[in-house]
Nanobody
């Protein structure tokens, strides 16, 4: 049974930082590209960042503008999302996802085979 478990969310002031983690089990983690998405109330789920199976290639949503970084540790079956310079508009539930079909990160939700339950990030002004 595949499980993706996010952690690290919370309440932070504008300008602050958080580090999200996503621990994977039940799959060969190093075979999967990984992505982070977010969804705010009343909005569609949007792509935040993605990383290839090897970690050599990354991609980010246009709104990130250098504020976030994504990394992975295949030995620990974990992908990370470092959130810096957070803004109130970054408030959302953040989800990690795994994609086997694409070795490289995709911005499309349909490309991903497995999803976590999400972790709430709230940025106060």
């Amino acid at each position: 049974q595949v499980q993706l478990v996010e952690s690290g969310g919370g309440l932070v002031q504008a300008g602050g930082s958080l580090r999200l983690s996503c621990a994977a089990s039940g799959l060969v983690f190093s075979d999967y590209a990984m992505g982070w998405f977010r969804q705010a109330p009343g909005k569609d789920r949007e792509f935040v960042a993605g990383i290839s199976y090897s970690g050599e290639m990354t991609d980010f949503g246009n709104f990130v503008k250098g504020r976030f970084t994504i990394s992975r540790d295949n030995a620990k079956n974990t992908v990370y999302l470092q959130l810096n310079s957070l803004k109130p508009e970054d408030t959302a539930v953040y989800y990690c996802a795994a994609s086997l079909g694409y070795g490289f990160p995709s911005e499309l939700t349909a490309s991903y085979d497995y999803w976590g339950q999400g972790t709430q990030v709230t940025v106060s002004s």
